[in-house]
């Protein structure tokens, strides 16, 4: 049994409730990621994803120097445990329809699981696996 440890990324970037969405971005950018963890008085209360600000910010002509993480995050995380059996992770982005699950080990935040993390395990030598380990910024 594959478990979430084997596979998380570690000490996954997170960013204040304040923090501007355009900085937000450009912390997604630089970092070659596509969600960001956000906090609200050094806990855990979100998750921005390339998507949220697409939606929730760009598409309604939202001023990304002006709107916060806050206003644009994905408040009801689903979550999952360091020893979890991978296979059931990937239940858990099937039946929500997400592609991230951050994890936690009681309530301390140690990782992150991702949709392109879970194809590289089970199915290494698909194209979304080889796509999942490409630097997005070339």
């Known amino acids: 049994m594959t ?15 304040n923090t501007v969405v355009s900085a937000v971005a450009r912390q997604m950018r630089d970092a070659s990621i596509s969600d960001v963890l956000v906090t609200d008085r050094g806990r ?3 998750i921005v994803t ?7 910010a760009v598409a309604e002509d939202a001023d990304t120097r002006a709107v916060t993480a806050g206003d ?16 059931a992770a990937e239940g858990l982005m099937r039946v929500h329809a997400i592609k991230h699950l951050p994890v936690f080990d009681g309530d301390r935040l140690v990782g992150i699981i991702a949709l392109g993390d879970v194809a590289v395990e ?10 999942a380990v490409e630097d997005p910024n070339g």
């Not at 390339?50 to 929730?56: F, G, S, T, Y």
């Not at 089970?122 to 796509?131: G, H, N, T």
């Open 72 to 87: 644009v995050l994905t408040r009801d995380l689903v979550t999952v445990a360091p020893d979890d059996d991978l296979k």
């Open 122 to 131: 089970e199915l290494p030598d698909s194209l979304f696996a080889e796509m």
């Open 3 to 17: 478990t979430v440890r084997e596979v998380m990324t570690r000490d996954p970037i997170t960013m204040d409730v």
């Open 44 to 46: 855990v209360c979100g």
């Open 50 to 56: 390339e998507r949220d600000v697409v939606v929730r």
